[in-house]
């Protein structure tokens, strides 16, 4: 079983900058996804600029990535890693959150 170093958590603001003066690479995954809603990069960007984190995984590779929550209307969650080094963000994946999946502040995952 291999082990990995535990990154350390980037913040909302570093992630803030990146967006702002960096590089945002869409993952082909999160475009698929996005057509598929019928969600826009407006609205992701905004999600990933002014959303909540509300889940973070420090032991996601190559990079450290969270969970984003944007109260909308409508809801929205991204999930979104940042390399700092390079000064780019990426965006995997996006969804509508709802109520079968989160609790009612829709940021609470519901248990399994």
């Known amino acids: 079983m291999e082990h ?20 945002i690479e869409w993952r082909k995954h999160v475009l698929v996804r996005m057509m598929e809603r019928g969600i826009s990069r407006c609205e992701v960007l905004d999600a990933v600029r002014d959303g909540e984190m509300i889940e973070s995984y420090s032991e ?28 780019t963000c990426f965006i995997i994946t996006t969804y509508r959150t709802d109520e079968i999946h989160f609790e009612p502040d829709l940021k609470t995952r519901r248990p399994r």
């Open 60 to 87: 996601d590779r190559p990079f450290a990535s969270a969970l984003l929550h944007a109260p909308g209307p409508p809801p929205l969650h991204v999930v979104t890693a940042l390399d700092l080094t390079s000064e």
């Open 4 to 23: 990995y170093q535990v990154l350390d958590m980037w913040t909302k603001a570093e992630l803030r900058q990146v967006i702002d003066c960096g590089t």
